[in-house]
């Protein structure tokens, strides 16, 4: 059984107050302010800092959240084996995905894993990929699909995937060489992408082209972008499946050089060790095989 204060530390951390956390563990406000003061007087210093609008954690306090985080996926490990060894397929997976992923594998994942473990819960992270790869390295996610990090230290990284990178154009937009988009078609033209896109395989592209960053505008979302540039208000930069349920009267153009984004599964060495994460795991691996046997996607010929 994991001690109370910790189980009150992560939620009032997830929640964002006392209140809410008192809400989900279904306990008094009063009890949470106790048992969090009972955490501080222990460890003799304060995690979190109060205010109107609620809390978050002080220096301290994020000093010890990974280690906490740990003794709780700890508990989670240990009950999943005992459970496995009653015979019991029961537990938590906690998945991150970027949007294109959540739209377009979670569905069949977690559909596919709940027909053989239907005790197991899952639950579902959107968020960009610095936020996923920092949630595994804390602990925060079992797993996560994110950009192939730059810096994999103390996190399991797997390069599961190549997207290719398209240009996004309106439907008068023409090519010189009528096939794919060059340097010389891109003068006086804006791109529009998303903030969290403009970094390391998607900038290389940019960069290849002579975009400068004066000529970049910013979106919301991937199907905002489409909407943007099927308005004429620039040219957009998409990967391949990103456009896979994207709607809009735009042309989907190559670049003249290919560029692809890497797509990684992320994991911690100790997560990886849940019997749940792992078998997760395995059907990740054998989406992607099944669906990119060439471990490559693109618009032309997407492998399936």
Known sequence: MLPFPYLVFRTVLEQGTFYKASVVLNVTPSAISHSVNQLESELGFPVFVRSRTGVK?????????PLIQEIINDQNRLEQVAQQIQG??????????????????????IQTFAKSYPQVKISVRQAGFNEITEAVKSG?????????????????????????????APMNF?????HSVSEEDLVNYNFILQQSDYDLDTKAALDHYSIKSTAIQFSIDDQSIVAM??????????????????????????FSTPF???????????????????????????????????????????DK
């Open 140 to 168: 925060q996610l079992d797993l996560g699909l994110t950009m192939l990090p730059e810096n994999d230290l103390g996190i399991t990284v797997e390069k599961i995937l190549e997207d290719e990178i398209y240009c996004i």
């Open 174 to 178: 023409q090519v010189k060489n009528g």
């Open 57 to 65: 954690l002080t220096p301290d306090g994020q000093k010890i959240l």
């Open 229 to 254: 540039v099927e308005a004429g208000l620039g040219l957009g930069i998409l990967p391949a499946l990103a456009l896979q349920k994207m709607q809009g009267e735009v042309q989907i153009l190559p």
């Open 88 to 109: 019991l397929d029961t537990g938590l997976i906690r998945i991150g995905a970027f949007s294109s992923a959540c739209i377009n594998w979670l569905p069949p994942l």
């Open 260 to 302: 692809y984004r890497k797509i990684a599964l992320v994991t911690s060495s100790q997560q990886r060790l849940a019997p749940s994460t792992r078998q997760m795991i395995k059907n990740v691996h054998e989406l992607i095989q099944q669906q990119y046997p060439t471990g490559r996607l693109t618009m032309v010929n997407d």
